[in-house]
């Protein structure tokens, strides 16, 4: 049997919310939503959780330590919390779960450089700056890699531009740096199954973007401002963290660049096959992991993989 799922929540997070995607990933989500949120598609998905199960033993588990390497997959839509949707649409990956393994990968006593392993159309704009910052102030610690394998678009790129460096896979592709706020209006529907809703409230914004009647100019004026506030924080950011002139950074006007030419817009650092790019980094550590006695990093390894599971 299928678990109910809170589709109108679902859509919450998809429709009248500033995200940093590609309008393909948006199209791709309304897709599985639409049908089911108008009443035509009565299947439940199997493969949809939204709770993603006990939060703390989630964050902890997982972490792939590689020889010094701590690699972290950046896959599928970026979401503020954790949950995951598998056969619907694609995989979830929460920020804060992002920044728990992050977290865990700085305190791991044999990882030497974290790799943020990236394909990812981008997501929520909530929760997106405030990792990006996190990551910015870790690579001090340890130097933190951006791997384009194979793509990393809008909120995608945010995160990446904050690490140390950018690499990026030959047939991979950078970019959308811009934002964009889908409303969902059904009131012409409504209208013609002779269905009225009534909606009563105070507070001049409290009905803002109502899917049931068509949007007014007040709302559109508070889109606009959304959408001109969470423009500036993106363009801003990069051109913070990848050293660049704001006005180079707002030229890109979201386009998606390929490898040659987001290296030219100085958009990442290398092109190089993924794992060219890893094994390049594993090396730089390898005779430091042969200095140290095998029994010790085992006993070592043994010691982390008990704690991290408890």
Same mark, same amino acid.
């Given at each position: ?16 919310t ?13 897709t ?5 949120l ?20 989630r964050?902890?588990q997982?972490?792939q ?17 954790r ?8 995989? =979830? ?6 920044? *728990? #393994?992050?977290? !865990? +990968?700085?305190?791991?006593?044999l /990882?030497e450089?974290? &790799? ?40 995608g790129?945010f ?9 990026c ?38 009905n803002?973007?109502?899917?049931h009647?068509?949007?007014t ?5 508070e889109i606009?401002?959304? =959408? ?6 993106? *363009? #801003?950011?990069? !051109? +913070?963290?990848?050293?660049?002139d /704001?006005?180079?950074? &707002? ?25 060219d ?30 704690k991290?599971?408890?």
């Open positions: 049997m299928h678990a109910l799922i809170n589709y109108p929540h679902i859509a919450s997070m998809v429709f009248d500033p995200l940093y995607a590609t309008p393909t990933l948006v199209q791709s989500v309304r599985v939503l639409e049908p089911r108008l009443g035509k598609a009565s299947d439940l998905p199997s493969g949809i959780s939204l709770d993603g199960g006990n939060p703390e033993e964050e902890m997982r972490l330590v590689v020889g010094r390497l701590a690699i972290i997959p950046v896959d599928g839509i970026l979401v503020a919390r949950g995951t949707i598998n056969a619907a649409c694609e995989e =979830l990956v929460s920020y804060e779960r992002l920044r *728990t #393994q992050i977290t !865990a +990968a700085l305190k791991h006593e /990882v450089e974290i &790799v943020l392993d990236f394909h990812t159309g981008g997501g929520h704009a909530m929760g997106c700056k405030e990792l990006a910052d996190f990551i910015q102030v870790s690579k001090a610690t340890k130097p933190i890699t951006a791997l384009v394998n194979f793509a990393a678009y809008s909120a790129y995160l990446a531009s904050a690490c140390t460096r950018i690499i896979s030959p047939t991979a592709g950078v970019g959308s740096i811009g934002v964009i706020i889908e409303t969902y209006e059904v009131s012409r529907m409504e209208e013609e199954m002779g269905i009225t809703f009534n909606t009563f409230f105070r507070g001049d914004h409290k803002d973007g109502s899917p009647e068509p949007i100019d007040q709302a559109i004026a606009n401002r959304k =959408l001109d506030a969470h423009y500036a924080s993106f *363009t #801003q950011s990069v !051109a +913070a963290y990848r050293g660049m /704001v006005a180079d950074v &707002v030229a890109t006007q979201a386009r998606l660049y390929n490898a040659e030419d987001a290296l030219a817009a100085n958009l990442i650092d290398e092109i190089a096959p993924a794992q790019a890893i094994d390049g980094i594993a090396q730089r550590y390898a005779s430091s992991s042969r200095s140290s006695s095998g029994r010790s990093i085992r006993a070592q390894a043994r010691a982390l993989d008990a991290c599971q408890l």
